[in-house]
């Protein structure tokens, strides 16, 4: 199956593409996976900016596009020839933003910014680096719309604020020195974009994650997958003479060499013709340790190909659905999970390195989490390479939240995109086991036919994970009812639920049924309640944390009698976080349903959570013994 799975991607977006142009979006040159892995060039630091609301630096003053050499275009470098030459626009050591980071978060005036910024920095390369390599420019993410240029040229444009992209630089653009890089980045947000207008997070702008140059020869291995299939029957996998199918794919014409994979630890080491530019291969591991929480164990896997040589330490699991049951290496287990938005408080900012990663999962750790689900778009690579060390299971998803314009066949191809480039960078992730593709959306017939292609573009182009969604339970005469549509084409049926919280108060969870007309695994992907950390009241007092705690104890006791297809919850929310949309006297700003506080408190709702997956812990995985 995932001998085909890159045929069938390009398949998917090549049909997409022919039905309208989307030459915007395939700007850019496919990516590049493993970048940690690769012969690279930081261009993170200090930039210079210029804030561009008019967009003036794009558009002349008859709001006509810039030609390409128009002195005043701001991809262009404008030395004033002499005192008497006239340039309007200037980047000027006053006005610098640190990459990777928000500019949100970095001046007062940035906090509600939304719009153009131009960024721009030079850079050198050293000679005997470029020699006989090839180049390209790497970016993490940038929120939401990217136009990149070098030295005068534009190199390309990408959209989608959360997933990485890279540009071929040509030979003949690059200089020894002082190469002059230009990014134009614009936030704003519009109805038929990936999201769309209405989030309940901050639109945080700007070059949000790392920026590389990478180096590779003439041919070279631009991206691989090896996983272990994902058992048809639920059956535990092999430990000896594993069958292991993967793929490589190859840029820059191979002439038909041999390509090597290798695991020194498993002593395995083949290799296999290269005829084409795609290569699949099956390889047979003698044995393996699996990977899981409980032990993370990952192998050095390496791919040669001519001159160039990529490695990185993967872990080999499977993950399954069986009746009611999540099967990790087959076995059933309970899901113990938190939703985190890659953001960090104090003052609140997108997070955007390993020590925000480590922060971010360190706590989940210690409210004794195995799972995270990285809400509600894809984290940075830090996050899910620490997840794989640490044995936290993730779910990933993309950001086709609320009211996507699900009519429209523009959006679907730039929700493809999105879900392919989640996909690209981090298939070869053992934590990654559920990959999501979307979040509340209203059912409606136009809806379900966009999310349930969205699921089966995910199954095919990566049929090793689960695929799902979270769905909305709706609570009628004291029942919990699921009956999305959607629920048929997920593996798993997740839904978000706040008993207590958007409807009654927390003790109608007592006699709370659920109802659900699917026999599948059944995963509590959200439930929450808002509190001010510090703020202490009675419990039935709204905000305070004793509310929050008591939400907290009434649902624990709810999901101790839940239904037995019930395989675990990822409650709302690891932190507080950013939200223009929350403004009374206790959020000011910010979402409060954290466990922890926006100041990193600990509210006592923390605790309640802690000691129901202390005491999950401590019993067999078995959901018949929970
Ligand atoms: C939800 C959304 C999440 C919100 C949360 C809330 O159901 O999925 O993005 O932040 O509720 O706090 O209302």
Redesign the pocket.
């Given at each position: 199956m995932h001998l085909n799975s890159f045929g069938s991607l390009r398949v998917g977006i090549g049909l997409v593409c022919g039905l309208f142009s989307c030459h915007m979006l395939l700007a850019q040159t496919p990516l590049i996976g493993n970048v940690p892995g690769r012969s690279t060039q930081s261009l993170n630091g200090t930039w210079h900016y210029i804030v561009d609301p008019y967009e003036t630096g794009y558009y002349d003053y008859r709001y006509q596009e810039r030609k390409e050499t128009d002195g005043e275009a701001y991809w262009n470098n404008p030395v004033p020839k002499n005192k008497t030459d006239r340039k309007e626009h200037a980047y000027v050591d006053a006005n610098t933003l640190e990459v990777p980071g928000d500019w949100n978060s970095q001046a007062p005036e940035f906090l509600y910014y939304e719009g153009t910024v131009w960024y721009q920095r030079t850079f050198d390369v050293a000679a005997a680096q470029r020699q006989g390599q090839r180049a390209f420019l790497y970016f993490g993410a940038v929120n939401y719309q990217a136009e990149v240029y070098l030295n005068g040229r534009k190199l390309g444009s990408h959209k989608g604020g959360f997933t990485a992209f890279n540009f071929e630089i040509p030979d003949t653009l690059l200089r020894d020195a002082d190469n002059f890089l230009v990014v134009k980045v614009d936030n704003k947000r519009a109805p038929d974009e990936v999201p769309t207008v209405n989030?309940?997070?901050w639109n945080y702008g700007g070059i949000t994650r790392d920026v590389h140059l990478i180096w590779v020869p003439d041919t070279f291995i631009q991206n691989y997958f090896i996983q272990l299939e994902r058992p048809a029957d639920g059956a535990a996998p092999r430990k000896r003479k594993v069958p292991v199918a993967g793929w490589v794919k190859l840029n820059g014409a191979p002439s038909g060499g041999q390509l090597t994979v290798e695991i020194p630890e498993l002593k395995v080491r083949e290799s296999f013709p290269a005829t084409g530019d795609s290569v699949a291969f099956q390889l047979t591991l003698p044995s393996v340790e699996l990977w899981s929480p409980e032990s993370p164990k990952r192998y050095e896997v390496r791919f040669r190909m001519g001159e160039d040589e990529v490695s990185e330490r993967i872990g080999f699991r499977t993950i399954a659905v069986q009746g009611k049951d999540v099967l990790l290496n087959g076995q059933p287990i309970f899901m113990r999970g938190i939703?985190v938005?890659g953001e960090i408080p104090d003052p609140g900012r997108r997070a955007n390195s390993e020590d925000d990663a480590a922060q971010l999962l360190g706590w989940a750790h210690e409210l004794g989490c195995n799972m995270v689900r990285l809400?509600?778009y894809p984290h940075s690579e830090q996050t899910t390479r620490l997840a794989d060390s640490l044995g936290i299971l993730v779910w990933s998803e993309i950001p086709v939240?609320?009211t996507i314009d699900f009519g429209n066949l523009a959006v679907l191809t730039k929700a493809k995109h999105q879900l392919h480039e989640m996909i690209a960078r981090d298939q070869n992730r053992a934590s990654i086991i559920i990959w999501s593709v979307g979040?509340?959306t209203p059912v409606s017939p136009v809806r379900t036919a966009f999310m349930s292609d969205l699921a089966k573009t995910a199954r095919a182009w990566d049929g090793s994970r689960l695929i799902s969604a979270?769905l909305?339970v709706h609570y009628t005469g004291g029942k919990n009812v699921i009956d999305d549509p959607l629920g048929q084409y997920t593996d798993l049926v997740s839904v978000?639920e706040?008993l207590g919280?958007?409807g009654g108060l927390p003790d109608n969870c007592r006699t709370a049924i659920w109802e659900t007309s699917y026999d599948k695994p059944l995963f509590i992907?959200?439930t929450?309640a808002?509190a001010k950390a510090g703020f202490h009241a009675d419990s039935l007092t709204r905000w305070s944390e004793e509310y929050q705690a008591w939400y907290f104890r009434e649902q624990v006791a709810m999901m101790k009698r839940m239904p037995d297809n019930f395989v675990g919850l990822s409650p709302?929310?690891l932190v507080d976080?950013r939200?223009p949309?929350?403004n009374n006297q206790y959020q000011q700003g910010w979402?409060r349903?954290g466990l922890i506080g926006s100041d990193g408190q600990k509210k006592e709702a923390f605790s309640v959570l802690n000691a129901y997956y202390e005491e999950m812990k401590a019993q067999p995985t078995s959901r018949k013994k929970r």
């Open positions: 989030t309940d997070w939703s938005h809400a509600h939240y609320w979040n509340e979270a909305e978000n706040y919280w958007y992907s959200e929450g808002g709302w929310v976080f939200s949309k929350r979402n349903k």
